[in-house]
């Protein structure tokens, strides 16, 4: 399954300021997720983002809300972002069946948002480097489960050259300048 920019939306569940203190990779997981969404809105791809209980857990991450582009915020009960009602018909409505997912925690929120997505029909990628728990090993469960039960594993990098598709378009050339030439070599851990 190729994933396709006109077909994509991003969405960050749960990276949140008071929980990621308690989160194992969580600094690393707002990084590459607030690169994408970057790339994401580059690329006029919808970045949206849940938060859980933000009275308790806080907003999302400031880091995330630093592009130039517009994003949508759902405040959300359910664990599953997609039984929310408003949530749920809004994705219907947007045209895009391919959801981007990644945040926190992958075996709770995470999982059983993708979980509901599948379940509805959407066709869901895991972005490993941005999806975590307090603890790796339960991150790691998640994203097998959730591959069991339909959805792939990608990188940051595979879905934003994937998006682009191709190398002579002038959008190339923005998000080469603004966004790819400046990822740093240093090491990922994939979950």
């Known amino acids: 399954m190729r994933l396709r920019r006109e077909n994509s939306l991003l969405l960050i569940v749960d990276l949140q300021e008071r929980l990621l203190p308690v989160i194992d990779g969580g600094d690393q997981a707002v990084a590459e997720a607030a690169w994408l969404g970057g790339v994401a809105q580059a690329l006029e791809v919808p970045l949206w983002l849940t938060e859980q209980y933000p009275a308790g857990l806080g907003g999302s991450d400031p880091r995330l809300l630093e592009g130039p582009g517009e994003h949508q915020c759902w405040q959300k009960v359910h664990f599953d972002a997609h039984a929310e ?47 975590v728990s307090r603890r790796a090993a339960e991150a790691e469960l998640a994203r097998r489960r959730l591959e069991r039960a339909g959805a792939w594993a990608v990188s940051a990098d595979m879905v934003a050259y994937e998006w682009l598709e191709r190398c002579d378009d002038a959008r190339f050339e923005d998000v080469h300048r603004r966004f790819l030439r400046q990822r740093s070599a240093r090491p990922l851990r994939f979950y």
């Not at 391919?98 to 990628?125: F, K, P, R, S």
Request: net charge negative; proline share 2%.
């Open 85 to 131: 009602p408003a949530f749920a018909e809004a994705l219907a409505g947007s045209g895009r069946h391919q959801v981007v997912l990644c945040g926190a925690e992958a075996h709770i929120c995470v999982l059983q948002t993708g979980l509901g997505l599948l379940e509805a029909g959407y066709e869901v990628a895991w972005l490993t480097e941005a999806t």
